[in-house]
């Protein structure tokens, strides 16, 4: 009997399973990475609306406690108001022509709340603007 030689028959086999390793270890890492980056986004979202929503609280607890002033005129709301803000450490800026107070509360890494309160007859009063400014654009 003769015996041939399968030089191919074993080689190329081999050199085939060794390519599909090798592509499937370079899938995976690359699938892992993707992974981790998309976890690290996910975490630093949760975080920045975690951020926020503090500052949402803050601000309506904060309207809520404003809401005191109803029944003072405009401007003596508006002078109480700001005087209250400013003894907790809040920046408020109350302007008398246009019965404006606005001041400015942190929201860390999600940047600046700015809440303007427009305040009208017998000390009542309406939320003009409530926006996050991102940190970017301070």
């Not at 899938?27 to 981790?36: K, P, Q």
Request: hydrophobic share 40%; charged share 20%; net charge neutral.
């Amino acid at each position: 009997m003769k015996y041939k030689k399968g030089s191919l028959a074993v080689g190329f086999p081999t050199v085939v399973n060794i390519l599909l390793l090798l592509i499937f270890c370079c899938v995976s890492m690359l699938s892992l990475s993707h992974a981790r980056s998309d976890l690290m986004i996910a975490k630093h979202s949760i975080e920045i609306s975690d951020e926020y929503y503090k500052a949402d609280k803050k601000g309506q607890k904060i309207l809520g406690i404003l809401s005191n002033y109803s029944g003072y005129s405009p401007d003596s709301a508006g002078h109480e108001m700001e005087n209250l803000l400013n003894e907790q450490g809040i920046a408020a800026i109350y302007e008398k022509g246009t019965q404006v107070l606005s001041f400015n509360l942190p929201a860390n890494g999600a940047g600046t709340l700015q809440i303007d309160i427009h305040i009208i007859a017998s000390g009542k009063f309406e939320v003009t603007k409530w926006k996050l400014i991102p940190p970017e654009s301070e």
